[in-house]
């Protein structure tokens, strides 16, 4: 069984911090690139931010970075998305995908392996 899986989602004010983990199982991430998307109700799926495994390479949209960091921990097979002063704006359904290879300077646009979502919601 080869997948993904996010979690961390929750309900936070604004200006909190929440930590999305990204496990991959049944495969190891070294050689993988990992990219996190998001999806708000009546809007596309978006991708927000990805990292080359390998040689660490990190790439934010312009709507997040100073604010969000995508790392890899090759020990725990896991990629995390650090989210700090969190806005309304990025309330969604946050999504973490893989990809073999490394890729630069833009984000994969297509993945093979994609997890099931997991809920942010930034409210007062």
């Known amino acids: 069984q080869e997948q993904v899986a996010e979690s961390g989602g929750g309900s936070v004010q604004p200006g909190g911090s929440l930590r999305l983990p990204c496990t991959a199982s049944?495969?190891?991430?070294?050689?993988?690139?990992i990219g996190w998307f998001r999806q708000a109700p009546g809007k596309e799926r978006e991708s927000i931010s990805c990292?080359?495994?390998?040689?660490?390479?990190?790439i934010y949209k312009d709507s997040v970075k100073g604010r969000f960091t995508i790392s890899g921990d090759r020990a725990e097979n896991t990629v995390y998305l650090q989210m700090n002063n969190l806005k309304p704006e990025d309330t969604a359904v946050y999504f973490c995908?893989?990809?073999?290879?490394?890729?630069?300077?833009?984000?994969?646009?297509?993945?093979?392996?994609w997890g099931q979502g997991t809920q942010v919601t930034v409210s007062s």
């Open positions: 995908a893989a990809i073999w290879g490394t890729y630069t300077p833009v984000c994969p646009r297509v993945y093979d392996y």
């Open positions: 049944g495969f190891t991430l070294d050689d993988y690139a």
């Open positions: 990292i080359n495994i390998s040689d660490g390479t990190t």
